[in-house]
């Protein structure tokens, strides 16, 4: 090979889109050619600032004013055709604020997993499975399930930690009075973290707890779960403990539930049930005791962001991952609030799970450690674990708040459980049927409880009130910003306008578990503002005539006063 | 590159907006290398790589061949940088010398070799840029350019010979006013 060859492959060299033959030749001719090897350095170098130049140039943060500006000029070509040209504006200056669009991923993510939960109670629905964050979810259920069916019994160890966060979030720079609420309302929320955490009935049926996180100071903190199964009998054990000392256990040994709780004052109390006559222990221990457990879910697309393969990488002992994506899109259309998973390639396991809001790591749920052993280190029955349990309530510490959502309740037990004045339809809408309340713990209010009312109707045009502490504080300021659509006899305003297709999105979303169809695209969203002062959100899977919205608000009473059940 | 273009853009057309930002994330080097060495100044090139990808957004519905977004994207580019230089001579003929003498303009990092590429045919300045600032690979770059691997090595080779000329010219003019 001589010099002119060299030169013209240089750079097929550089990029290796060479055949083996004319590297070897290549490399070959540059042992021995000073001035081609000197060509060679120069190519490389203008090719690493070239890329270094591409690195710096990516790093602009071009996307988020570009899709702020299509939001804009959208908006404003609504504005040109659109009545309620004014709320609109409103609206999305209210919403432009960092504020309130992480008030709303917050929101979004407190739903997101609710509607997990409700689904895996409700997995004999018929709602629609294909779609991409339900397939996610159940594929890495179904992957991680194997894990527990090795020979003997298994030990399954996972961590989770909760990281300080900078508190910018939630600091409410712009300080105007109409941003206040939301500013308390996400204050609020982030005074714990939390995630769905299962447990075992003595009826074999799941409860759905809440195992909640309080913020880390200066320094990230971990809690270990640990967990054994006996696939042949279906015995098992999980322990949670926080700086090594217990405080949430629940096991099975084949005749007795057990459970370990925490009271308030720090004593532990040990609560024994023999099982029912048709318990069966669930099938799928993934389902109570794994990574995925809770979050499978079936949202709609039209919601929820794609799930997204993100990247590729590896964890810390090298084995390979794809970096998976998802959550709810914010009004604006962000992803400010999402689960970041790492999948393992060769088993098809979720081996971490990173919880992020805007940019900020919150939480991050990693397997530690998945092996068979001959025997648990504790004991079936849990006899042991009360003398671990750590005493006292000096410092806030994780505990597992058990009933974070309660399916099928009466509306009786809603009068009973409301902290406010709560309302029903009666009758029920006429053209919608089979109803369901769910109560719900009310993250952002501890202590209260959410109320959500679910019509399925026959014509698809579904019904959902929504009732909770948080709304009645926090939608007042947005709802009166909007337009005043009706004043019932009943003393009811109906307020809309702003981002219904948005906030009716959620809360169709979020009561699935009862309607089955996904969101439709001619939905639509009213905050009701009541007579004793409260704000119910309802959302309609359709449209409905004047007449039809003023009939539907003119029956809602106070449920105290129903007759029905 | 994963995903083609041609997706994201029916997706946007479906009613998806947001997948918007795949087709951003994607060009958005790409565009501020192109602009950076056309105007001077980081800032008006990330202005004018802004109102491109707004205007490439709502021209959607008029790109025919979805295959061709990225040379279409540089049409539109090219279009916002004139314009944009025909409203900054505009304001310079009103005769505002005072701020034109105090604004230093912020350039990028490496404005040298923006402008050499800025200075490069366009048939090799697409080579360059989907190359290094698009993240594709030679193979991805002839298929979204539709030519042979062959051709896009020689370009690529003739672009880096370029481009080293008119880095080496524009240090000698540095020296030469020093």
Known sequence: MNCEQCKELLVAYVEELLAESQKQAIESHLNTCPPCRAELTQLIALRDRLAANGKVLAQSDLENKVLNRIVQEQSSKLREVSKSSKQIQLWRTIMKSRITKFAAAAAVVITISMVGWLNSYNRSGNGTKSLTYFRFISEACAAEQKLFYQDGITHIVNEIVVFPTSGDIASGQEGESDQQASVDALNLFLEYNWVPMCSVQANGHLRFNQLQLPAASTEPYSIVDESWYDSATGNFVRVLRYDEQVFFANSYDGKFVYSLETAPDGTPRLIKEQVTDDFSPPQNPAEFLGITAGLQSDIGEETVAPVQEFSRGTLADGAPVRVVKAGFADVSGELNAYWLFKVREDDGTIAEMEFIIADEPQLLIRRVLSKAVAAPSVSWSLAELPEEVAGGQETPRPVVKPDMVIPNVSVRHMVERASFETYIFAPNPPWAGHREIVDCIDPPSPGHRMFCIAYRADDGRHVVLVQSHTYNKTLGNFARKGQLVYTSPNGFKVWGGGPDKWYSGILLSSARFTIKDPPSDDRIGYVLESPAGTFPSLAVNGTLTDEELHSLIDSLIPAREYQGD | ?178
């Open chain 2, 1 to 178: 590159m994963g995903v083609a273009d041609k997706y994201y853009i029916e997706r946007c057309l479906d009613g998806h907006p947001d997948d918007f930002r795949y087709l951003v994330r994607r060009y958005q080097a790409v565009l501020l290398a192109h602009l950076a060495g056309q105007l001077g100044n980081r800032d008006t090139a990330e202005e004018a790589a802004q109102e491109t990808l707004v205007r490439a957004y709502f021209g959607l519905e008029k790109l025919k061949k979805r295959e061709s977004f990225f040379p279409w994207l540089l049409g539109i580019a090219n279009r916002v940088a004139k314009e944009q230089q025909r409203s900054k001579q505009r304001r310079r003929r009103i005769g505002d010398v005072l701020s034109e003498a105090v604004a230093s303009p912020e350039l990028s990092q490496d404005y040298a070799l923006e402008r050499a590429i800025t200075a490069l045919p366009e048939s090799h300045r697409q080579v360059v840029l989907l190359r290094y600032y698009g993240n594709c690979s030679c193979n991805q770059v002839a298929e979204q350019l539709d030519m042979p691997l062959g051709t896009v090595t020689k370009t690529l080779s003739r672009a880096y010979a370029m481009l080293r000329e008119s880095l080496q010219q524009q240090d000698e003019n540095c020296e030469v006013q020093k």
